[in-house]
């Protein structure tokens, strides 16, 4: 066999509705929440019957953060439309990650928080032994991994990379040294072999490389390296909630692909339908939106619901920054004084009532005509969104480049300054080549693409 397809989903974070997803605190929480909540029960539902009966490929990888938060009714409900998809003929595999199994899951109701019972990380590979494990060719099952045949020539690194508290977000050596045999074992065989992870390996836009391992995963490059000089050339990951298509090539010349994918929940909502091909050396990426589901859209188009909630949450930081610089900060995991709460709460106050148009003109900075009048929190809050629904569009020419990149050269001296202050993978920061490739995408496309895996 020299194709295969498969259906990429990630981050489903399926919650029992029954658990409580109402009230004033369920209001506040969600004000400051990407993802959707109460309908996440709903759009699961919706999302496997289109699973169940699509001809579009049937194998289904859904890459970690099942539940919203760990809840143990919530992984029991999910778990039954796992077991759906095998009864109508699917192959499933699927890892966990630390939404799974937090130590605090949490509900709401009228009352305010509810602490519903949570799942601990010694129980998932229990709950979820028959997607992956049961059918695996080798298991590592401390660090809840495992290898799976998808196909003739073709296997499946699933790797789980929620550790103890010293090895979270990254590998235990032990999990690596297993990592390392199963690579060795494949190119032995003459196997391909592409992996699945949650967190991503490639940053999936260069300013997020500056936000730690919340973002990337800890010890992404000398991760992605081994990966690549082993033989592994394709890995999907989630966690973000974002598209995003990068690639890297090693001091070996060897090709890695991170193909992440946003949630199934919230903007930008999708999964991606995987065609490997040509002796699986070429990967087709086609990406979907996530399929339609019953809910009150209060007049607008599903996809607009899930863009309105990405929105709120951005404009909800962006005016914190204003009337809650702590909390804003806090979210950030800043650490506040009152000097810094000062300086946020004047800045935030200031960039929230400004105009495009005359931050360009304090940089002395040419302005296009037609974006000058708009706010700049809302043209800051476009760019955020972009960088999550991928192929950020402000590139060279555009009137916002031309705004943005303006302003942000005039601030070259401070930026040089902070990039010797910064290391990513071990070299001086670029600032602006960062914010440059964050603001406009250039090269692949972050939906749909064809990656050639090998020369």
Not at 39 to 45: A, D, V
Not at 370 to 394: C, E, H, M, Q, W
Not at 395 to 401: F, M
């Amino acid at each position: 066999m020299d194709e295969f397809k498969f259906l990429l989903v990630t981050d489903t974070h399926y919650f029992a509705e029954k658990l409580g997803c109402r009230g004033e605190a369920y209001k506040e929480f969600m004000r400051y929440e990407q993802k959707c909540f109460a309908e996440t029960q709903k759009i699961n539902e919706a999302s496997f019957k289109f699973f169940n009966e699509t001809d579009l490929a049937d194998t289904v990888l859904i890459a970690g953060d099942l539940s919203f938060n760990g809840e143990k009714e919530s992984h029991l409900e999910f778990i039954e439309l796992l077991k759906d998809l095998k009864a109508h003929g699917k192959k499933v595999y699927v890892i966990t990650a630390g939404h799974d199994c937090t130590e605090h899951p949490f509900a709401f109701d009228e009352t305010g928080r509810l602490a519903p019972e949570g799942t601990k990380r010694e129980e998932l590979f229990d709950l979820y032994y028959e997607f992956g494990f049961s059918d695996a060719i080798a298991v590592d099952r401390e660090g809840l991994s495992y290898v799976a045949q998808l196909a003739p020539g073709l296997r499946l690194l699933a790797m789980n990379n929620d550790g103890d508290e010293h090895h979270r977000h990254t590998y235990t050596p032990s999990q690596i040294a297993w990592i390392k045999e199963q690579t060795a074992k494949a190119r032995e065989e003459g196997q391909t072999m592409i992996a699945m992870n949650h967190y991503p390996l490639l940053p999936g836009v260069p300013i997020f490389a500056l936000l730690g391992g919340e973002v990337v995963m800890k010890n992404a490059d000398e991760i992605t390296t081994m990966l690549a000089d082993e033989g592994v050339h394709l890995c999907f990951t989630g966690h973000m909630h974002n598209m995003a298509i990068n690639e890297k090539i090693t001091e070996k010349g060897n090709k890695f692909y991170d193909v992440c994918t946003g949630s199934l929940i919230g903007c930008p909502a999708g999964f991606r339908l995987i065609t490997l091909k040509d002796n699986y050396s070429v990967a087709e990426i086609k990406t979907y939106p996530t399929p339609d589901f019953e809910w009150d859209f209060e007049g607008l188009t599903q996809d607009e619901y899930f863009r309105r909630q990405f929105d709120m949450m951005i404009n909800t930081y962006l005016t914190s920054m204003r009337d809650d610089p702590e909390r804003f900060l806090g979210k950030l995991k800043v650490k506040t004084n009152d000097n810094t709460s000062k300086f946020v709460a004047k800045f935030g106050a200031y960039l929230n009532k400004t105009t495009v148009g005359k931050v360009c003109r304090k940089f002395f900075v040419r302005c296009d005509g037609s974006i000058k009048d708009r706010l700049f929190v809302d043209l800051a809050r476009d760019i955020v969104r972009n960088a999550f629904t991928g192929n950020a569009p402000y590139v060279k020419g555009t009137p916002e480049y031309d705004a943005v990149m303006g302003v942000f050269r005039r601030l070259k001296p401070v930026f040089n300054i902070i990039n010797k202050k910064i290391k990513v993978n071990g070299k001086n920061a670029d600032l602006l080549y960062m914010l440059e490739h964050t603001i406009g995408k250039y090269g692949l496309s972050d939906i749909d693409e064809t990656l050639k895996l090998k020369d």
